[in-house]
C-alpha cells in the first residue's frame, strides 16, 4: 500500500509499507498555548499520529516550541509564504513542516530552509491545493484542474530535489473528489514519495464526513495515501474518529472497536438507538483493537447476520440475547440488560 520511500517524524515512518496514518491539525490559534497543549492531547487520546498547527508569526515561535514539548505526538508545522517562519518552526523543534516554496519569494531563503531541514533530519510537506492553481499551471494543463494539481505539486517538488533534498511528502487536495482522485493518481504514478491525502473544505457533519470519505476511500482502495485528514467544519477529535472509521471499514486498519448495528425495521423488539448508545459508553477506553460488538435489533436475524462479533446482543420477546461468535450466552429480560452488558463486556 502506498509510496516506496519512507519518511521518519520523531519515530513516526509514513510511506514505505508503513501503516496508514491518521493525522489533523489543531483549531485552537497557538497565541492559546493551553488550549492548544489540550486539544493535542485530546487528539492523541483519540489516536492521532501527527498534528498539524498553523505557525502565522513568529512571535508565536517560543510557543511552538512550548507546544513542541507538551505534544503527545509530532507536530507538523503549516508556514506560507514567510521562509523565517519555517526557519523558526525548525528551531522550535518540529520534525516537519508543511511549506508551499513555489510561494516563498526569497530564493535564498528557501534555500536555507532546505538545508536546516536536512540537517535537523526534519520532513517536509509540500502540497498544492485546487484553490491557488496559477493560470500558468492550468494553461500548462489544457485546463485539466487535476492535471494542473500535480502540475503544481512537481514545480514545488523540483525546487526540493535540485537542493538534493528527498525526506518529502507530497500532497494535493481539492473540494472536488474527482479531481483529487485523479491529481494524486497522476502523483502516485509518477513519484515514490509517501502522499498525504484527503479531500479538501470538505464540510461538516454526515455531508463533510461522507465527502472526504469518499474520496480518501477510492484512493486508499487503488494504493494511493500514506497519512489521512478527514477535513471537517467540527471538532479536530472527529477528524480523526472519522478516519479511523475509513480505515476500519477498509480493513486497513482496526484500530479500537467497530460496532454493528442493524437499521431495524418493524421486527425489533428492542431500541437499538438507544442500546448503540449504551453499549458505546460502556466500552472501555482500552478495548482490544479489532474488537467487534453488534447490537441487532430482533432475534430472527441478528445473531446469525453478526455471528463473526466478539459479543452481539439481538432483543428477544421476552428481552434479549447476548451471543459471543454468534453462540449464545445468556438470555434475560430487559430490565437485567446493563447488568448482563457489564458483565460480558468485562469479559472480553
Ligand atoms: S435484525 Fe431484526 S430488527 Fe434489525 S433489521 Fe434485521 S430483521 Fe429488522
Redesign the pocket.
Known amino acids: 500500500m502506498g509510496s516506496s520511500k519512507t519518511v521518519v517524524i520523531k519515530g513516526l515512518s509514513i510511506g514505505g509499507g508503513s501503516p496508514v496514518r491518521v493525522e489533523s491539525m489543531i483549531k485552537t490559534p497557538l497565541s492559546d498555548i493551553y488550549g492548544c497543549a489540550e486539544e493535542c492531547t485530546a487528539l492523541a487520546a483519540e489516536g492521532c499520529e501527527l498534528i498539524r498547527v498553523s505557525l502565522p508569526d513568529l512571535s508565536l515561535a517560543p510557543n511552538m516550541k512550548v507546544l513542541n514539548e507538551r505534544s503527545p505526538v509530532p507536530l507538523m508545522a503549516d508556514i506560507h509564504f514567510n521562509h523565517r517562519l519555517a526557519l523558526a518552526a525548525l528551531g522550535s523543534g518540529c520534525a516537519s513542516i508543511r511549506i508551499n516554496p513555489g510561494n516563498m519569494s526569497d530564493k535564498k531563503g528557501t534555500e536555507e530552509v532546505i538545508r536546516l531541514a536536512r540537517d535537523m533530519k526534519a520532513v517536509i510537506r509540500i502540497g498544492a491545493n485546487g484553490g491557488s492553481l496559477s493560470r500558468a499551471q492550468m494553461q500548462k494543463s489544457g485546463g485539466d484542474r487535476a492535471a494542473a494539481l500535480a502540475c503544481a505539486v512537481e514545480e514545488q517538488l523540483r525546487i526540493l530535489l535540485d537542493n538534493s533534498f528527498e525526506d518529502i511528502i507530497i500532497s494535493a487536495k481539492s473540494s472536488s473528489v474527482t479531481e483529487t482522485v485523479r491529481a494524486n493518481s497522476i502523483l502516485s504514478q509518477k513519484f515514490p514519495f509517501p502522499l498525504h491525502i484527503g479531500i479538501t473544505e470538505a464540510g461538516s457533519g454526515i455531508p463533510g464526513a461522507v465527502k472526504g470519505a469518499a474520496g480518501i476511500s477510492l484512493m486508499l482502495a487503488q494504493g494511493i495515501g500514506d497519512t489521512i485528514r478527514v477535513s471537517l467544519t467540527g471538532p479536530s477529535t472527529d477528524e480523526v474518529r472519522v478516519g479511523y472509521s475509513i480505515l476500519r471499514a477498509l480493513e486497513i486498519r482496526h484500530k479500537g472497536c467497530s460496532i454493528i448495528s442493524?437499521?431495524?425495521?418493524?421486527?425489533?423488539?428492542i431500541d437499538?438507538v438507544r442500546l448503540v448508545e449504551e453499549v458505546t459508553s460502556l466500552l472501555p477506553k482500552e478495548i482490544k483493537d479489532g474488537t467487534v460488538i453488534a447490537v441487532?435489533?430482533?432475534e430472527?436475524?441478528?445473531p446469525r447476520?453478526a455471528a463473526g462479533a466478539d459479543l452481539g446482543i439481538?432483543?428477544t420477546p421476552d428481552g434479549f440475547v447476548l451471543f459471543r461468535k454468534g453462540v449464545p450466552v445468556c438470555n434475560d429480560t430487559a430490565e437485567n440488560l446493563r447488568k448482563r452488558l457489564i458483565e460480558e463486556i468485562g469479559r472480553l
Open positions: 442493524c437499521p431495524t425495521c418493524g421486527r425489533r423488539r437499538v441487532m435489533g430482533c430472527v436475524n441478528g447476520e439481538a432483543g
